[in-house]
C-alpha cells in the first residue's frame, strides 16, 4: 500500500496524506485554489471552506457545519437532515429523511408532518384555503360503538359505526332488540361524541321492523347537547308529528338508521 504525503508547511498546517490501496486504478484528488481553502484536523473534521464549481460525489459521510449554526446539512447517522438552526435541545425548521424511507418535516422544534408506510401524518391539522383556524382541518377519525336502549335489554344486533370529519360526525346503526323491559322507550344511546348544543340533528330510517307501533311516517333526530337519539313517527295522516316520548321499541324489534350530527 502506498501512501503520498503533502504538508503545508514545517507546523503541519495544511497536510494532504492519500493513502492508495493495491489496486491498478488511478486516484485522482484536486484541492480547491485560493479562493477555496480547506482545512481539515486530525479527526477529519472540516474547518475551512469548500467551493465546489460542478457536481459534488460524496460515497460515505459528510458533515457540513456553520460556524453560526444556521443553514447547513448534516450527512450521516441514520438520516439526512436539513436544518437552519443548531439551538439545543431541539433543531429548529428541519427536514429530516431517515433511513427507513420516511420523511419528516418540523417546525419550531415541533414534528408538524412525517410520511409513513401507510400514508401521511400530520400533527396540528391542515389549513385549507387559508391559515386560519376556519380553514383549518385537524381531526379524521373512524371507529365503532355500542348503541342501547338501556335498562337491561338484551340485542341480537348492537351495531354502530362512525367517521369524524373535524366537528362532523357521521354515525350508522343496525340495531335489534331481543328482549326488553318496560322501561324501553323511543331513545337509542351510546353516540360516540357528544352533539352541539341548541337546534336538534336531523337523521334518517331507512328501515324497520317488529316495532310496537305501526307508522305511516318514521324519523328521527340526535338531541342537542347530549349523546343520544329520539324517534318520532305518525301512525296516521297528521300536518304535525303525532307520536313522541311513547314506547316503540319492543322484543324483536329492528331499526337501521344514520345520522350527521355536529360535536363540540
Same mark, same amino acid.
Request: proline fraction near 2%.
Given at each position: 500500500?502506498?501512501?503520498?504525503?503533502?504538508?503545508?508547511?514545517a507546523s503541519?498546517?495544511?497536510?494532504?496524506?492519500v493513502?492508495?490501496p493495491n489496486?491498478?486504478?488511478?486516484?485522482?484528488?484536486?484541492?480547491?485554489?485560493?479562493?477555496g481553502?480547506?482545512f481539515?484536523?486530525?479527526?477529519?473534521?472540516?474547518?475551512?471552506?469548500?467551493?465546489v464549481?460542478s457536481?459534488?460525489?460524496?460515497?460515505?459521510?459528510?458533515?457540513?457545519?456553520?460556524?453560526?449554526?444556521?443553514?447547513?446539512?448534516?450527512?450521516?447517522?441514520?438520516s439526512?437532515?436539513?436544518?437552519n438552526?443548531?439551538?439545543?435541545?431541539?433543531?429548529?425548521?428541519?427536514?429530516?429523511?431517515?433511513?427507513?424511507?420516511?420523511?419528516?418535516?418540523?417546525?419550531?422544534?415541533s414534528?408538524k408532518f412525517? %410520511?409513513?408506510? =401507510?400514508g !401521511?401524518?400530520v +400533527? @396540528?391539522?391542515?389549513?385549507?384555503? /387559508?391559515?386560519?383556524?376556519? $380553514?383549518?382541518?385537524?381531526?379524521?377519525?373512524e371507529?365503532?360503538?355500542?348503541?342501547?336502549?338501556?335498562g337491561?335489554?338484551?340485542?341480537t344486533?348492537?351495531?354502530?359505526?362512525?367517521t369524524?370529519?373535524?366537528?362532523?360526525?357521521?354515525?350508522?346503526?343496525n340495531?335489534?332488540?331481543?328482549?326488553?323491559?318496560?322501561?324501553?322507550?323511543?331513545?337509542?344511546?351510546?353516540?360516540?361524541f357528544?352533539?352541539?348544543?341548541?337546534?336538534?340533528?336531523?337523521?334518517?330510517?331507512?328501515?324497520?321492523?317488529?316495532?310496537?307501533?305501526?307508522?305511516?311516517?318514521?324519523?328521527?333526530?340526535?338531541?342537542a347537547?347530549? %349523546?343520544?337519539? =329520539?324517534? !318520532?313517527?305518525? +301512525? @296516521?295522516?297528521?300536518?304535525?308529528? /303525532?307520536?313522541?316520548?311513547q $314506547?316503540?321499541?319492543?322484543?324483536?324489534?329492528?331499526?337501521?338508521?344514520?345520522?350527521?350530527?355536529?360535536?363540540?
Amino acid at each position: 500500500m502506498a501512501k503520498v504525503k503533502i504538508q503545508g508547511n514545517a507546523s503541519g498546517t495544511g497536510i494532504l496524506t492519500v493513502t492508495a490501496p493495491n489496486t491498478s486504478t488511478d486516484r485522482t484528488i484536486t484541492l480547491p485554489d485560493a479562493t477555496g481553502t480547506l482545512f481539515t484536523d486530525a479527526g477529519g473534521t472540516m474547518t475551512g471552506a469548500l467551493t465546489v464549481s460542478s457536481d459534488l460525489n460524496v460515497n460515505g459521510e459528510m458533515n457540513l457545519t456553520n460556524s453560526s449554526g444556521i443553514n447547513y446539512i448534516d450527512f450521516g447517522g441514520s438520516s439526512l437532515k436539513f436544518r437552519n438552526d443548531n439551538s439545543t435541545p431541539a433543531y429548529e425548521d428541519m427536514l429530516i429523511l431517515t433511513k427507513d424511507g420516511s420523511v419528516e418535516a418540523t417546525h419550531n422544534g415541533s414534528k408538524k408532518f412525517e %410520511t409513513t408506510a =401507510t400514508g !401521511i401524518a400530520v +400533527t @396540528g391539522g391542515v389549513a385549507i384555503g /387559508g391559515t386560519g383556524a376556519a $380553514n383549518t382541518l385537524d381531526d379524521y377519525e373512524e371507529g365503532t360503538f355500542t348503541p342501547n336502549v338501556g335498562g337491561d335489554a338484551t340485542y341480537t344486533n348492537q351495531n354502530g359505526s362512525y367517521t369524524k370529519v373535524g366537528r362532523l360526525v357521521t354515525v350508522k346503526i343496525n340495531f335489534q332488540v331481543n328482549a326488553i323491559n318496560s322501561s324501553g322507550k323511543n331513545i337509542i344511546y351510546g353516540l360516540p361524541f357528544t352533539s352541539t348544543s341548541g337546534a336538534a340533528h336531523v337523521g334518517s330510517v331507512g328501515y324497520y321492523s317488529g316495532l310496537s307501533v305501526s307508522p305511516t311516517w318514521i324519523g328521527c333526530y340526535g338531541d342537542a347537547n347530549n %349523546t343520544q337519539i =329520539t324517534f !318520532i313517527w305518525n +301512525t @296516521g295522516n297528521s300536518l304535525t308529528i /303525532g307520536a313522541n316520548g311513547q $314506547n316503540l321499541f319492543q322484543n324483536s324489534a329492528r331499526i337501521d338508521l344514520s345520522l350527521t350530527y355536529q360535536t363540540t
